[in-house]
């Protein structure tokens, strides 16, 4: 089984690649965002767990971080210090793959 940690899950985009990982996968997500409260009703209770936390905090982070085998993430605002704050979770974990979703590109 797959183990996916969801950066920024609130947002839009993150909200529809949960829905799509959760109907065309067996994966177990993590939902990472900065207020748990703004998720609601997700169901699959025992393939998604939610967690509150920044990503610039890279302690926190990185203890979601721990154990997962993908990282997607789905963030604005301080996209340079994010990346940075993420990378270095994944080099403290070993977590080796990475997807990066930014409308900043758009």
Same mark, same amino acid.
């Given at each position: 089984?797959?183990?996916? @940690?969801? @950066?920024?899950? =609130?947002?839009? !985009? $993150?909200?529809? $690649?949960? #829905? ?7 994966? =177990?997500?993590?939902? &990472? @965002? /900065?207020? $748990? %409260?703004?998720? /609601?009703? *997700?169901? =699959?209770? #025992? /393939?998604? /767990?939610?967690?509150?936390? #920044?990503?610039? #905090? ?13 990282? &997607? ?12 704050? *993420? ?9 080796? %793959?990475? *997807?990066? !979703?930014?409308?900043?590109? *758009?």
């Amino acid at each position: 089984m797959t183990k996916v @940690l969801i @950066l920024g899950a =609130h947002g839009q !985009i $993150a909200r529809v $690649a949960t #829905d799509l990982f959760l109907k065309e996968t067996a994966a =177990h997500l993590m939902l &990472y @965002l /900065r207020n $748990a %409260r703004r998720l /609601r009703n *997700i169901g =699959h209770e #025992d /393939r998604v /767990r939610v967690v509150e936390g #920044d990503v610039l #905090d890279v302690k926190t982070l990185e203890a979601a971080m721990t154990g997962q085998d993908v990282v &997607y993430a789905n963030l604005a605002g301080q996209m340079e210090q994010q990346a940075r704050c *993420i990378v270095q979770a994944m080099e403290t974990t070993g977590v080796t %793959r990475l *997807i990066f !979703i930014s409308s900043m590109g *758009i």
